[in-house]
């Protein structure tokens, strides 16, 4: 475990250096681009020392470096404010959204994979795999739109966007929650299959135990191990994922701040978005991995 | 025809679409005031959009640009990848670990995140689109590669022509590549449905195509600005997307049974 810890500082070392690289990849001079033309040569200046681009890039990397790791991200073009307390008063927002989303991925689609696996190449499985093709080929910015004309424009029932009322959230929840139920559902119906073969399944069949329990605690059990990992993986879709929905259905969270920060060529900020969500992404892995070696027994004895 | 085959009808009728569009000039950019947000007709199948414009040719239009980007970047990112698997998994060592060190950091970047930024860094347009998706769309081809290149390599026809002193490029040409190719088309398969998502977002968050070009993102972006007085623009277009999405995907699943590769 503690080699998996040592194994992400080389990947955080390089994602930093990406994002660093991000703001110096803007054709011509980025100073140019984000405060425009009409900029006074004064502001430019400001700008550029501010940013340290009057500095060989390498020096430039390791003040940025320092500056991150004291906990700062440089301040906002636009606003002027510290981007480290825009991104505190925006990252509550997208971690709410994010989890409503995953909890509404594991209710839809964990029962959905059962079934299909259960009742593998009869109707329900078809349906399943249907349902979960169909859902997959449906970007953000497609079931977005469409869960706000039925839910909220012709049925009325939900907020069509924002965050004034509190059930505001269900709609782009469930728009980031059923892309990762599609998924959910097959590789649940795929390591249940796997699972349902095993000797351990017969001997718990052949002691007569009710197939509810069969199910329910030998398979899906053993069957939740690999679901886990991937899940991890899967979470990072629906990272990503925030950017779109965040926008369409106005959530003020890290995603819209991205999407924002871009409209306004705010790039420190852009950077900064990118740089937080991967940071998120890498740390939700290794914890992924660290639960898969604790709940695991096999593993755990081996290492 | 059979319905199992229905994926490929699909795909090869928006080919078929894009080359029409590429070859004819369909006007999709042609004005007409008198039918702002006009409903679907006969003459006008999937109606017209807020400017007036015919939306049938602006799908068309839409499909040439997504198949262009995609088919470009698949061939560059695959390219690009297969090499760089083939030389990490082939030579090993600190070449592979370092190779390898670099893909995690690309991988660290969930989904098409990264896409994003550089494409809002770099500036809107369709050059900056196909950088910006050719960056971060390698890494796959790379892994996949390297993973098969270490089990090849210790197959015997490979040692064998290694012993009779064949080249290291004969090797990976002649006697790995060939096996490749199964895994290698499935999963190119499964990206191209990645990218058509990812050219339509991008153009969604109008860093893609710019106006009065079409795209199918920066169609739906506005459909959805009229969703409630003409649903059939943001349908038409979401359905158009959903369709090629979903054939290309089920392609993906019926080449891997057919190719028997193991998902």
Known sequence: ?303 | MRLKYWSVWVLALWMLAAILASFVDLQPNQIHLDFILARPSFAHLFGFDDLGRDIFPRLLAGAKVSLFVVALVTTMTATFGIMLGMVSGFYGGWVDRTLMQITDVFLAFPGILLAIAFAAVLGAGLSNLILALCITSWVGYARLTRAQVLSLRQRQHVMAAKSLGASTLRIMVKHMLPLLAAPLLVEATYSMAGLVIAESSLSFLGLGIQAPDASWGAMLRDGVRYMLIAPHYVLAVGLSLMSLVLAVNVLGDRLRDYLDVRG
Request: glycine share 6%; proline share 5%; hydrophobic share 55%.
């Open chain 1, 1 to 303: 475990m503690i080699k998996r810890f040592i194994g992400i500082v080389p990947v955080l070392f390089g994602v930093v250096l990406l994002t660093f690289l991000l703001v110096h990849s803007v054709p011509g001079d980025p100073v140019e681009v984000m405060l425009g033309e009409s900029a006074s040569s004064a502001d430019r200046m400001q700008l550029r020392a501010d940013l340290g681009l009057d500095q060989p890039i390498y020096v430039q990397f390791g003040v940025y470096l320092n500056k991150l790791a004291h906990g700062d991200l440089g301040v906002s073009i636009h606003s002027k404010k510290p981007i480290v307390d825009l991104l505190a008063e925006r990252l509550p927002a997208t971690a709410k959204l994010a989890l409503l989303a995953l909890s509404f991925a594991i209710l839809i689609g964990l029962p959905l994979g059962v079934v299909a696996a259960l009742k593998v190449n009869q109707w329900p499985d078809k349906l399943a795999n249907f349902i979960s093709l169909s859902i997959s080929a449906m970007p953000h910015f497609w079931m977005g739109p469409m869960l706000m004309m039925v839910f909220a424009l012709w049925l009325g029932l939900l907020p069509v966007s924002g965050m004034d009322r509190s059930v505001a959230i269900i709609l782009p929840a469930l728009t980031l929650g059923f892309g990762l139920a599609a998924i959910l559902t097959r590789m649940t119906r795929a390591s249940m299959l796997e699972v349902l073969h095993e000797d351990f399944v017969r001997t718990a069949r052949a002691k007569g135990l009710a197939e509810r329990s069969v199910v329910l605690r030998h398979v899906l059990r053993a069957a939740l191990l690999p679901i886990v990992t991937v899940l991890g993986l899967q979470l990072g879709s629906l990272l990503a994922g925030t950017v779109i929905t965040e926008t369409i259905f106005s959530w003020d969270g890290i995603g819209r701040l991205l999407v924002e920060s871009i409209e306004k060529r705010d790039y420190p900020v852009t950077q900064a978005c990118v740089l937080v969500v991967a940071l998120v992404y890498v740390m939700v892995n290794l914890a992924t991995d660290i639960i898969y070696i604790k709940i695991d027994p096999r593993v755990r004895f081996a290492s």
